[in-house]
């Protein structure tokens, strides 16, 4: 079972970038579909970007299309999701996450213990 531990979340302006990172342990994850989810309080986890096993497909929802992109590294075992131009309503807790195929990228089996991105106006 792949293990996920995000980092790279903290509090910044509106504007800003940040730059999270997943890193996983116990299988590689070229065996997966990754995604990053989001939940802000008192909203449902959604999901934000998910790219395919090698990189290839990807999918943003709308809200983020044009400023997040999410990339992986297989070599490294390490998912990324760089967020430019930040807005307060970017403000949740993120979340990696792992599904088997790329058609279930929204319904994964493994999640990461997340990282709280604050964006401040």
Known sequence: Q???DESGGGLVQAGDSLRLSCAASGR???DY???WFRQA???ERDVVAAINYRGISTYYADPVKGRFTISRDNAK???YLQMNSLKPEDTAVYYCAAA???GAY?????W???TQVTVSS
């Open 2 to 4: 792949v293990q996920l």
């Open 28 to 30: 590689t994850i070229s």
């Open 33 to 35: 579909a990754m995604s």
């Open 41 to 43: 309080p008192g909203k």
């Open 77 to 79: 075992n390490t998912v």
């Open 100 to 102: 088997a195929t790329w």
């Open 106 to 110: 929204a319904r994964p089996h493994t």
């Open 112 to 114: 990461g213990q997340g």
